[in-house]
């Protein structure tokens, strides 16, 4: 079936920058929404940011904006999120997720990535 798998993960100072990708088989995403999770040990996962098929709407947590740019490219079924000005609090395993529809703010999304976990320093 659908595959996801997160790749781009890493250890970084705050302040620093980072580029999370996801890689999508078995289907073509085109008409799927994507969006980005992420959990850190003992909290809940939360949504990061979500894009339309088309790349024409996105949506952020407001704990992200201005900081976080995630983007899209159907042609080689690939999701990216660029993290810029990294903080301790962004420390978590990050996950990829798919959905026909919207892009959603919640986690009811078909498909999940196994993770990228992401550290940031003080």
């Known amino acids: 079936q659908v595959q996801l798998v997160e790749s781009g993960g890493g250890l970084v100072q705050a302040g620093g920058s980072l580029t999370l990708s996801c890689a999508a088989s078995?289907?073509?995403?085109?008409?799927?929404?994507m969006g980005w999770f992420r959990q850190a040990p003992g909290k809940e996962r939360e949504f990061v940011a979500a894009?339309?098929?088309?790349?024409?709407?996105?949506n952020y947590a407001d704990s992200v904006k201005g900081r976080f740019t995630i983007s899209r490219d159907n042609a080689k079924n690939t999701v990216s999120l660029r993290m810029n000005r990294l903080k301790p609090g962004d420390t978590a395993v990050y996950y990829c997720a798919a959905k026909y529809g919207l892009p959603t703010i919640s986690s009811s999304y078909d498909y999940w990535g196994q993770g990228t976990q992401v550290t940031v320093s003080s």
């Open positions: 078995g289907r073509t995403f085109i008409n799927y929404a």
């Open positions: 894009i339309s098929w088309s790349g024409l709407t996105t």
